[in-house]
């Protein structure tokens, strides 16, 4: 067996998911990812760095958010046989419509990047289910094509939930599904995507962080966050700043609610170019922001 050390580079995109490291190395199938047998190592938080132990012969190690979007949301990494110790290191990176998957750093190889563009063929281009195609099917026989397409793309109010918390947006956002193991995540965070926004509604770590304060200076130390601006306008205590993700300017604007000595917050993340577009949004949207 072989030394694995693999670093997940501390980055606010996906900060609060979790990384699953696999491997082919036939001694186990714990799940099957590209076609392959995979063994899983273990898990990766973001910052985080782990060592394990693989086998010596030529092997496929592979990061995944989750078992339900493995086909799309993945990265691979192949490894020569040796004997050697092996160092990696990869951060997840700004693409909501991929799920914001990993990348291993210097992983640049024509193998690697086939891998990528066929895995980017794989993501869902639809989430349809038979009583939606049904319903639609009557409305197109009864009214039309023309009043069918009107309704579908009609942008409708859709409130999200954890726990303790909720938030309306509207129905071009998904919220991405957890495993059912995943407590903390599924009481206590949820990740929400459109084709060019991300909402993440957390409750921040209660020990460290206990009033709008605390959490503003956390993250603005943890994630070198750029141009920080707090506002307390509209009923609304807040923050926008900048970041940098792989060359790509992104724009956060972070809404802080605090209530019995928590502080739950609503994420907001874009494209620099489109902060003047959406900065209204956000504060429409973060109005209905319910903390029980």
């Known amino acids: 067996m072989r030394e694995l050390k693999v670093k997940r580079t501390k980055k606010l995109t996906a900060c609060a998911m979790s990384v699953k490291l696999y491997v082919t190395d036939g001694e186990v199938c714990d799940s099957v990812i590209n076609g392959q047998s995979c063994r899983l190592l273990g898990t990766l938080a973001s910052g985080e760095e782990k060592t394990f132990y693989i086998t010596e012969d030529e092997c496929a190690l592979y990061a995944i958010a989750d078992e339900l979007s ?75 094509g023309a009043v069918l397409t009107g309704l579908i793309n009609r942008e409708r109010p859709q409130t999200f939930k954890i726990a ?69 306008r509209d009923g609304l205590t807040y923050f926008t700043c900048t970041e940098e993700n792989d060359g790509y300017q992104l724009f956060d604007a972070v809404f802080m609610f605090e209530k019995n000595n928590t502080v739950h917050a609503v994420w907001f993340t874009t494209g620099s170019e489109n902060a003047n577009k959406y900065m209204p949004k956000f504060i429409e949207w973060a109005k209905t922001t319910v903390i029980k």
């Open 70 to 144: 493995k086909n799309f949301c993945v990265d691979m990494y192949k490894l020569p046989a040796s004997s050697e110790p092996v160092s990696l290191s990869g951060h997840n990176v700004y693409s909501p419509m991929m799920g914001n998957p990993f990348r291993f750093d210097n992983n640049d190889g024509e193998e690697a990047k086939a891998f990528r563009a066929e895995s980017k063929k794989k993501r869902p281009k639809a989430l349809v289910i038979v009583p939606i195609i049904v319903a639609v099917s009557m409305v197109v026989f009864m009214i039309g």
């Open 164 to 232: 303790d918390a909720s938030i309306t947006l509207t129905n071009k956002f998904r919220a991405e599904e957890q495993t059912e193991t995943d407590y903390f995540l599924n009481n206590y965070y949820l990740y929400i995507s459109s084709s060019s926004v991300i909402c993440e509604l957390f409750l921040a770590d209660p020990t460290g962080i206990k009033t709008v304060d605390d959490l503003e200076n956390y993250y603005k130390t943890e994630f070198d966050l750029n141009d920080v601006k707090r506002y307390n």
